[in-house]
């Protein structure tokens, strides 16, 4: 391997995106998302690169972060699979055209799975009363359980679930191999989620499912699930914690002369840092309660992006002097502040002192959750999407492909 193969594979996850961009940027009307296409490849690229360094392993994308069909076909034709939390969002991924489609959700009625059970997918079943409507309605079939992970404390964090998630069946539970045997049904797919994962909570997570799956003879398929953002802090440290999870699975599949495969199913990593909200600035007023100055934008972060902690760059201006400002979003909703933590803290916002009325903002991290997360409040429209193709911004029409 030459000194620059070996560099690309040590990239950062994200690439910046074409510096027309920010020109571009200024001739849409707002608001509006502007995904950049070859920064979307690029994460796609380097995941399934760094993926490769485990065998049988697969990229898949979790459709809640986008349900923008264009978007979709994209991934799909980039080889993808997907996992997919209703019904719903299955027709979405089946018409974008995904090969492989898994699904989990902690809620199906008797009417989704039936539909699942005619499509030939495989669901994974959250908690014993969902375990024991498929059973009696699907006897001597194959499912998927989605596991609780009861992850030790030093690998706790806020942003991860393990013993505090209410999602997934608790292996331990005593009625679950009667449930199991009752029914007849076979587990060929174990899934997991725990917020953000980190290198080494993947490798106590591998050890805990491996170990299960040593009680599950038809086991051939684990889900590692997404939350890789705190996983790709580091990405020479993820491969190599990804060559130690192929080691664990090779052992393992030494001794057990059985094949196992392994799936990620990112949503935000491989998308948020794609994808940036255009906004305009309709009001610029200080106010005394706040001791600073608000602009309020002609989009909302109770609409769009109550989880959103974005930079801001404004797309008008070049003074170097700055000064800090709230961000509010333009519902008659008190809390519609960009920024703003699960606590109520306020995010400030260093932008340029002479930013005026009818400046244009744009906001990084906008690409996953931003239109699947979206509500209608106030009836205020729904951002336009655009694909940033090198130097061509592309309008993507609402239900369909590009234009």
């Known amino acids: 391997m030459n000194s620059m193969e070996q560099k690309e594979k040590i990239n950062a996850l994200y690439s910046q995106p074409h510096e027309s961009l920010f020109k571009l940027a200024t001739n849409v009307k707002t608001p509006a998302i502007i995904y950049d296409y070859h ?23 979790a459709v809640k972060a986008t349900h923008t069909p ?4 994209l991934y799909a034709s980039w080889g993808l699979g997907c996992d997919v ?17 898994t699904t989990t959700s902690p809620a199906y009625k008797k009417e989704d799975m039936e539909e699942f059970q005619c499509e030939d997918i495989t669901i994974d079943l959250d908690s014993i009363s969902q375990i ?4 009696s309605e699907f006897p001597n079939t194959e499912i998927g359980l989605r596991i609780r992970v009861p992850l030790p404390e030093e690998l706790e964090s806020e942003a991860t679930f393990g013993r505090d998630s209410r999602f997934g069946v608790d292996i ?5 191999p009667e449930v199991l045997e009752e029914y007849g049904l076979s587990v060929t797919r174990l899934h997991v989620h725990t917020g953000q994962m980190t290198p080494e909570s993947l490798i106590y997570k591998a050890k805990y499912l491996l170990a299960i799956a040593e009680e599950f003879p038809n086991v051939h398929t684990i889900d590692y699930g997404g939350g890789l953002f705190h996983f790709y802090i580091d990405r020479t440290k993820t491969r190599h914690y990804l060559t130690l999870l192929n080691e664990l699975i090779l052992d393992w599949q030494n001794i057990h002369n059985r094949q196992i495969h392994t799936r990620f199913e990112p949503g935000g990593a491989l998308l948020a840092g794609c994808g940036y909200l255009i906004t305009s600035i309709v009001s610029k007023e200080y106010n005394d309660f706040f001791s600073s100055e608000i602009l309020t934008v002609d989009s909302s972060a109770w609409n769009l992006a109550p989880w959103h902690k974005p930079q801001v760059i404004s797309l008008n201006t070049d003074t170097l002097r700055t000064e800090n400002f709230l961000i509010a979003g333009n519902t008659l909703y008190e809390g519609d502040f960009f920024g703003k933590d699960i606590n109520g803290k306020m995010m400030s916002f260093e932008l340029p002192e002479n930013i005026v009325v009818g400046g244009y903002l744009l906001f990084t991290a906008s690409g996953a959750y931003t239109m699947t997360n979206s509500r209608l409040f106030n009836r205020i429209p729904l951002p336009e999407e655009y694909l940033l193709k090198g130097e ?3 309008k993507i029409v609402r239900g369909h492909g590009s234009e």
């Open 392 to 394: 061509e911004l592309v």
């Open 39 to 61: 920064g979307m490849k690029d994460v796609v690229n380097r995941i399934q690169d760094d993926l490769s360094l485990v065998e049988n392993a697969k990229l898949n994308i």
């Open 172 to 176: 331990l539970n005593s009625d679950l």
């Open 85 to 101: 939390a209703s019904i719903g969002e299955y027709r979405l991924a089946k018409k974008a055209g995904f090969q492989e489609i």
């Open 70 to 73: 264009h978007l979709l076909e």
């Open 132 to 135: 024991k409507l498929y059973g």
